[in-house]
């Protein structure tokens, strides 16, 4: 698919063969040395089914390129869209940067996406207006912690609990079950509240660094379920990410999801995990608080932008 602008500017899809040299445009803005690692992990997931590049696109002035952008649609209907990248020497960046939000969102409202997502830095952007003028308009703040897994960790009391890891055939079922019911009253990204259910939650947790059935574990108390676990490896860092923890509203403060997740953690750190990290949403004290008692620290702060189909408020 290819667009052309008023000004003469191409906005193009990608070839495959041209997919590293895009990344290395989008990853510009990290570190020299860790470029080439982030271009690397990225086209291995895709290799393996678990990303997918057919959203990027080249803006190109004479057939060469000087920017480009990315989007990628979840299973739960959430697109995740990386903001453009201009190169520094650019005719107009401003106006190149416009052309490309323009092309994405004119996809985004194509498709059955139900909400799309932008991350900023907020140390390197901090004016939002070239996103909100395209309908990226909700905002919350996500903290990003990390914690080694040295051996600090207690040991998790599982006297008269029940472990269950995930498995497809036997409790698919309640572990979307238990998802959905820790969303009520969660303090989590509340602007996602009834976007998704529990089984598309399921298959967008998958999604993000490398799923293990025996990293997913649900807790059961007197019968009860009562903690949801879900912690995928990172191989590439010897970490393993937090992607989803929840507590059944009827039980929390009882300390049932702390001794949930030292079980995990420990769990993971057995597998040879080195290290952990999470993003959770900066008002979500609960949460912060039990990540701050397991000795998680503040490692960065992204600004989370949304924008409803046709960049219109939510109803």
Known sequence: MTTTTDSGLTITTIDVHDWPQALGFLFATFPEEERQPRIDSTLIAVSEGRLSLSGLRWALRD???????????????????????????????????????????????QASARLAQILLDPHE????????????????????????????????DLVGWQVEHFDEATNRDRFAALIEATYLGSQDCTVLDGLRNGQE??????????????????????????????????????????????????????GY???????????????GGQLAFLAVDAKNTYAINVYGNLGFSHLSRRQALFRWPGGLARK
């Open 125 to 156: 952007t901090t004016d939002t207006a070239p996103y909100q003028a395209h309908g990226f308009t909700t905002q919350t703040d996500l903290d990003f912690l990390v914690r080694t897994l040295d051996g600090t960790l207690p040991a998790a």
């Open 201 to 254: 939650a399921l298959a967008s947790h998958r999604l993000s660094g490398q799923f293990q059935p025996d990293l997913w574990t649900l807790y059961k108390v007197a019968g009860t379920d009562v903690a949801v676990v879900l912690l995928n490896e990172h191989t590439e860092q010897s970490a393993v990410e937090l992607v989803y923890f929840g507590v059944a509203p009827s039980v929390r403060g009882r």
């Open 257 to 271: 999801g702390q001794n949930a997740l030292i079980h995990a953690l420990n769990a993971a750190a057995t597998r």
């Open 63 to 109: 057939g060469e390129p000087i920017g480009v952008s990315l989007t990628m649609e979840q299973p739960d209907g959430v697109t995740l869209v990386w903001p453009p990248v201009v190169i520094a020497s650019a005719d107009n960046p401003a106006a190149v940067e416009s052309a490309l939000m323009r092309e994405l969102t004119a996809r985004l409202d």
